[in-house]
């Protein structure tokens, strides 16, 4: 694994794809290869690596290096929020801060207890709708993404973690199709890319769905949609919770009288708000006119 790690350390790689160094990027390699659980037994640990493994690892190791796939499309498996995921590259790579705030419930902004119904607004592999559906086991969970290919992967793990009755899936962009529907929290890490950076970004990003990536000149397309009709959907005490990223800055721009809570991860990362269903109503009509 030391040898792994010291090649990818010296081919310029990009890491934040699920994995954030070399050597984290060689452990899920080599475990893949070998065909074994994230913690190996010592005995495993102790035997001699087949040569089929060996081949296995160099070919994955040349896509790695020289086609600039991110490990997680390699191995076809991360976690979120604790929680083990299919992914491909038919979806983003699940790697948001919100997974943070799903452990802990959204407290302190919603009583756990009273939470019933809850929106994933581009759901791409179902991730937060189903950390969500199990961090909230009262709670049914609708899961839209405009993509077809990307909800295709959501079925697969809401069928793995066995949540098919609490989880829905829809196909649609933003809210239409949510018709009359109301929910205690509605959270989405929505495309955030603007134009102008999409070919800027590290080769590994082209490996990613651009649809779930581009967001116009600004970066704020998704996001304005979110803001102008997330209030007629939420239920009174709700909370709409969204990911931005470096499209922050944008928006406080763009909105400079709304007044978004920014919130701070112990684990890193930022660029997320929250905003209720009070103050939505309270900007209806500054946030209709952008």
């Known amino acids: 694994m030391a040898a792994t790690a010291r090649r990818l350390s010296r081919s310029g790689l990009h890491y934040g794809h699920g994995t954030d160094n070399a050597r984290d990027d060689a452990a ?7 065909r074994w659980p994230p913690q190996p037994s010592a005995a495993a640990l102790a035997r001699r690596v087949p040569e089929a493994a060996r081949e296995r690892l160099a070919a994955l190791l040349q896509r790695r290096i020289h086609e600039r796939v991110p490990v997680v499309y390699l191995t076809q498996r991360c976690w979120f929020a604790g929680l083990p995921m299919f992914v491909d590259e038919r979806v983003l790579i699940p790697r948001s801060p919100i997974a943070e705030l799903i452990e802990q419930r959204f407290a302190p902004w919603v009583r756990p207890a009273a939470v019933r119904r809850i929106l994933d607004l581009g759901t791409g592999s179902g991730c937060i709708a189903i950390a969500c559906a199990r961090a909230f086991p009262r709670a049914r969970v609708d899961a839209t993404d405009v993509s077809t290919a990307a909800l295709a992967v959501a079925r697969i793990n809401i069928a793995r973690h066995r949540l098919q009755k609490r989880v829905r899936v ?14 205690d929290i509605i959270v989405s890490n929505p495309p955030y890319v603007r134009e102008g950076e999409l ?11 651009r649809l779930a990536l581009a967001a116009g000149r600004d970066g704020l397309d998704a996001v304005r949609g979110i803001l102008r009709d997330a209030a007629a959907h939420l239920a009174d005490a709700g909370i709409l919770i969204v990911e931005v990223g470096d499209s922050e800055r944008a928006l406080r721009r763009a909105f400079p009288r709304v007044p978004f809570l920014w919130l701070d991860f112990q684990r890193g990362g930022g660029g997320v708000f929250l905003l209720s269903r009070e103050q939505l109503m309270a900007c209806g009509s500054r946030l209709a006119r952008r």
């Open 199 to 209: 070919q800027g970004l590290p080769a590994e990003y082209r490996h990613e769905p």
């Open 170 to 183: 829809r196909n649609a962009d933003l809210f239409t199709g949510i018709k009359t529907a109301r929910y």
């Open 28 to 34: 899920a390699l080599v475990l893949h290869a070998l």
